[in-house]
């Protein structure tokens, strides 16, 4: 049995441990919100969201008619995703399931029109082996005809470049947990697995630190397609924003959208 890297595991978990973090940190990203509902109602539906952490857009979605099941791996932010349903009417619940479990490697028996992995929750796939296991469950799960889109931040060849020696400072600000805290982080990057090592920390008013660990593997456009062709994928357009533009030397997001070229 492969051997669990400890470091990959706490940068794929440590950040998803605080929902109302989570919430409050993300609570201005909306654009991809807006578009993710725009392509689920156009599909009708019901979507498979791999990675729908506390319904940010699942949420949305089932406001919008729409079905959504969702996977994700992470108990704090299902916790707060089935806290967050409560308050919801009845119709928007039952149009929400999920289930926990890993997105390399889960099965739910069922297929769907539309697959999403939305913001970045591919960057959590870190070595060829995640990203097969993937993308076979996207194929799993996805109707013939049907459509797979994810989101992934392009590199940022300036964070890549930070010294690992040094602090980067924010401006303080109210963390929903432990209220006004000064923010620093250290961005590490592994050159040759391709992994950005985030180590961010939060300081209190009493000096007590608090370090997460966030883990982001770096794709570039050529190298996912590659991925999703030699997967059986056809990449039908990547897009360079949620307003659906082009990809472009400016982006720093791509939006891909791929259909099954053959069967599996
Ligand atoms: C950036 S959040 C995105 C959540 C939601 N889709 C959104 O847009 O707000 C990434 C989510 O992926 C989940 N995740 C990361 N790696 C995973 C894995 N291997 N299996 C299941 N969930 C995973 C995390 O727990 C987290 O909830």
């Known amino acids: 049995?492969?051997?669990?890297?400890?470091?990959?595991?706490?940068?794929?978990?440590?950040h998803y441990t605080d929902a109302s973090y989570y919430t409050h940190t993300y609570r201005t990203r909306i654009e991809d919100v807006a578009r993710y509902v725009e392509l689920a109602c156009k599909s009708g539906g019901p979507v498979l969201e791999l990675g729908i952490g506390n319904g940010r857009i699942a949420l949305p979605l089932a406001r919008h008619g729409v079905s959504v099941v969702g996977v994700d791996h992470s108990t704090e932010m299902?916790?707060?995703?089935?806290?967050?349903?409560?308050?919801?009417?009845?119709?928007?619940?039952?149009?929400?399931?999920?289930?926990?479990?890993?997105?390399r490697k889960v099965s739910l028996g069922r297929k769907f029109p539309l697959v999403i992995c939305p913001f970045n929750t591919a960057l959590h796939l870190y070595t060829r082996s995640d990203v097969r296991g993937f993308l076979r469950v996207v194929t799993n799960h996805l109707m013939p005809g049907g459509t797979f889109i994810c989101d992934l931040s392009l590199p940022v060849p300036r964070d890549l470049a930070r010294s690992a020696q040094r602090k980067y400072g924010a401006p303080p600000f109210n963390h929903p947990t432990l209220g006004?805290?000064?923010?620093?982080?250290?961005?590490?990057?592994?050159?040759?697995?391709?992994?950005l090592f985030i180590s961010m920390f939060f300081t209190d008013k009493s000096g007590e630190t608090v370090m997460t660990p966030l883990a982001h593997r770096q794709f570039y456009p050529e190298e996912w397609q590659v991925f999703l062709e030699e997967a059986g994928f056809r990449v039908v357009t990547i897009e360079g924003d949620f307003q659906g533009g082009p990809l472009t030397q400016e982006s720093d997001v791509m939006v891909v959208h791929a259909r099954r070229a053959r069967k599996a």
Do not use: C, H, N, T
Request: overall charge positive.
């Open 180 to 195: 006004r805290v000064k923010y620093e982080e250290i961005f590490d990057y592994d050159r040759v697995r391709q992994i």
């Open 1 to 14: 049995m492969a051997r669990i890297d400890r470091e990959l595991e706490a940068g794929s978990r440590a």
């Open 78 to 103: 299902l916790a707060d995703l089935r806290r967050r349903l409560r308050a919801e009417p009845r119709e928007v619940r039952e149009r929400v399931a999920f289930v926990r479990g890993d997105i």
